[in-house]
């Protein structure tokens, strides 16, 4: 088998219209997979990337749902379980992050945060592995985050979210292995697209501290990803690989 092919699988990609959706889409196209590129309010970015993977000849698809309007987000998966016989993958990637220290953060927009990120993520989750468990297949990435270990300062309720989307990988893990659904997350650090396209001065000290000394890239996430999705990571489940060329181990 080709590394890391991804031939014939249709895989959900929450998030494909942000940074590193959008390299995560492209990514498992090129490996002969279906993404199935999922956006909120972005549409223009999702469909240009299709028409550009159609016009190389390779498969995708578009959907769109709210993370925090579960009525929404149930009756779009309802029309892909009637579209497609199989769903062999999820990519749990939506995500978006706020500032502020806990002292400032109103609780309203910590809420927020954490029903965007953590509990959406669990609502995805959900429908999606009722769909696994009745094929008895499939495949979980969960787009966490550094912040999820290591808790950074200013960002509670982000830290907060993907920490706990990191429990939900492990406890997914154990209740979905029995089913033939191998479930794994990756963490990365300072990526150069998406929501740290502009990064902050403080990310910029951060910067020094990272055994690389430069921010990753998209492609960079994308390719874990794809290897967590592939037949080459048969043996893993319940791990999160952080992707942060060294950031965590610095000092
Ligand atoms: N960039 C980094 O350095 C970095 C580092 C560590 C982890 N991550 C994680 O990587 C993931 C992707 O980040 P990114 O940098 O690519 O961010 P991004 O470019 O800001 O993209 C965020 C994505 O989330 C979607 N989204 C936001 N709110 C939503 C909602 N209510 N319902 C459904 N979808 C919603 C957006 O959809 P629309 O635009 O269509 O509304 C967009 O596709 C996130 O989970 C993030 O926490 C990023």
Redesign the pocket.
């Known amino acids: 088998m080709k590394l890391n092919s991804l031939k014939g699988k249709n895989i959900l990609v ?8 959008s390299a995560i889409s492209l990514k498992i196209s090129q490996l002969g997979g279906n993404p199935i590129m ?5 549409r223009n970015i999702v469909k240009t990337l299709l028409d550009e993977i159609n016009k190389e000849g390779l498969l995708a698809d578009i959907i769109q ?4 309007n579960e009525l929404e987000l149930k009756s779009a998966i309802d029309e892909l379980k009637k579209k497609y016989s199989k769903i062999d993958g999820l990519v749990n ?5 706020t500032r502020g220290f806990i002292a400032m953060q109103s609780v309203e927009k910590f809420r927020h945060i954490v029903n ?2 953590l509990v ?1 993520s669990f609502a995805v989750m959900k429908y999606i592995s009722q769909i696994m468990i009745r094929q008895k297949s499939g495949n979980i990435v969960n ?4 912040a999820g270990t290591m808790g950074l300062k200013g960002q509670s309720a982000y830290s907060a979210s ?1 920490a706990g989307l990191n429990s939900l990988t492990q406890i997914a893990a154990k209740e979905l292995a029995t089913f033939n659904v191998r479930v794994n997350g990756v963490s ?4 150069s ?4 396209k502009e990064p902050t001065e403080q990310d910029k000290q951060n910067k020094e501290a990272i055994l690389l000394k430069r921010f990753g890239s ?1 492609n960079e996430v994308a390719s874990v990803v794809a290897f967590l999705l592939s037949e080459n990571s048969s043996y893993i489940t319940g791990q999160s690989i952080i992707i942060d060329g060294g950031l965590s181990i610095s000092v």
């Not at 999922?38 to 972005?42: E, F």
């Not at 990365?188 to 990526?191: D, E, L």
């Not at 697209?193 to 740290?196: F, I, K, N, Q, R």
Request: hydrophobic letters at 30%; aromatic letters at 8%; proline letters at 3%.
């Open positions: 929450t998030g494909a219209s942000g940074g590193i959706g999922h956006y909120n309010s972005n749902f709210d993370i925090n990637n939506a995500g978006i992050l965007t990120n959406g787009v966490s985050s550094l993907k990365p650090g300072y990526i697209s998406g929501m740290l998209s």
